[in-house]
């Protein structure tokens, strides 16, 4: 009898932990740390699932069937997150996108990691059933327990893991930790563990399809116009088809795509957003090291990502992310019209 149960199976955990062992110095810190990402990323999934039949319970009086108010599935998302973290004992404070100050984990259960992270990105969107996720990044800190904000106001390149979770038609996890390889989990619910389905994704250098909100090429600079215009209107002569377009609303979802079939995912500045939209700390830099990492670029229009350094924890700043190629092209187009 053939047994069609595969059972070595690399699941996360595993894989962090065989990560870990190839570092003499290690302490399996970054697998706990990373044990507690998991199970935020879990109990998202779970909510976002239950999302419209908690709602329809809800409808009676924005009550819950024990009496008390609803909370929004961001918050509740953020407050998952915080106390998973917190209780893990990796790290010394956090940022999230949904709190203003730094979180600041009690002195007892400090540790030497700091986490900057997006519970829910793409909130705006649940409603209709469309991809959320969560984006997070992890720094190590020299100080430890002892470590101010000043040690993550640092160039992006310092970012030592980068991933998101994309909650879509199935529940996919993006880690790396910066060695050259980007791996994809899928949870299996049957099980509750992500097991790596997409090993090693590398981002195609070139690709059919441009993303990014067209609703604000009213107030783009002439950089952006005429990079987006040449992949829509390619010049005869260059024999080269025009571009798809492609766009979700929700960066985990754009940038996974981006990831997986190549192209270009853009939030650049305008006129009426001078730093574009993105947040450098939980959704910039972790996407900008994820697409590094897979072989592709990460560019503000003129400038490296990850060679920012925020100045406040929620800063902004523009995005062009995507293959090689396409990068070359925005920085063409950014380098004619400086
Ligand atoms: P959010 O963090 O408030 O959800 O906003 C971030 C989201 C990204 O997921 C997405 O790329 C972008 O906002 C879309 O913005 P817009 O609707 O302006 O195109
Ligand atoms: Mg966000």
Redesign the pocket.
């Known amino acids: 009898m053939t047994d069609h149960h595969q059972t070595n199976i690399m699941t996360l955990t595993r894989y962090v932990l065989e990560e870990q062992r190839q570092h003499p110095d290690a302490t399996g810190d970054l697998t706990v740390a990373m044990n507690s990402v998991q199970l935020g990323c879990k109990f998202v999934e779970s909510c976002v699932r239950k999302a419209r039949l908690v709602n329809l319970v809800g409808l009676a009086g924005n009550t819950n069937v024990q009496g008390e108010d609803q909370k929004k599935l961001d918050v509740l998302s953020n407050e998952m997150f915080v106390n998973a973290l917190k209780a893990s004992g990796k790290f010394s404070f956090m940022v999230s996108?949904e709190v203003d100050d730094i979180i600041f984990v009690p002195e007892s259960l400090r540790g030497k990691y700091c986490i900057t992270f997006?519970p829910?990105?793409?909130?705006?969107n649940i409603d209709a059933g469309v991809n959320v996720?969560t984006i997070f990044g992890i720094w190590r800190l020299p100080s430890g327990p002892r470590a101010t904000i000043d040690e993550i106001l640092v160039p992006g390149s310092e970012i030592i893991a980068g991933g998101y979770c994309m909650y879509g038609s199935s529940c996919n996890l993006v880690l790396t930790f910066g060695n050259g390889t980007v791996e994809g989990f899928t949870l299996d619910p049957a099980i509750g563990e992500f097991i790596l389905t997409h090993p090693d994704i590398r981002i195609p250098p070139k690709g059919k399809i441009y993303s990014v909100?067209e609703?604000?090429s009213m107030y783009w600079d002439d950089a952006t116009r005429s990079y987006f215009d040449s992949v829509k209107y390619p010049s005869p002569e260059s024999g080269l088809k025009p571009y798809s377009a492609r766009?979700i609303?929700?960066?985990?979802a754009?940038v996974h795509r981006t990831l997986l079939y190549g192209g270009v995912f853009a939030?650049p500045a305008d006129r009426k957003s001078r730093s574009g939209?993105?947040?450098i700390l939980y959704?910039s830099f972790p996407m900008a090291f994820i697409i590094e990492q897979a072989g592709g670029r990460a560019i503000t229009g003129t400038q490296r990502v990850l060679d920012l350094v925020p100045t406040h924890i929620h800063d902004r700043c523009p995005v062009f992310l995507g293959g090689t190629e396409e990068i070359a092209q925005v920085e063409a187009a950014f380098a004619s019209h400086a």
């Not at 829910?120 to 705006?124: E, F, H, M, P, V």
Request: charged letters at 30%; glycine letters at 18%; hydrophobic letters at 20%.
């Open positions: 996108e997006d829910l990105d793409g909130s705006s996720g909100n609703g604000n766009y609303g929700s960066m985990v754009d939030y939209k993105l947040r959704e």
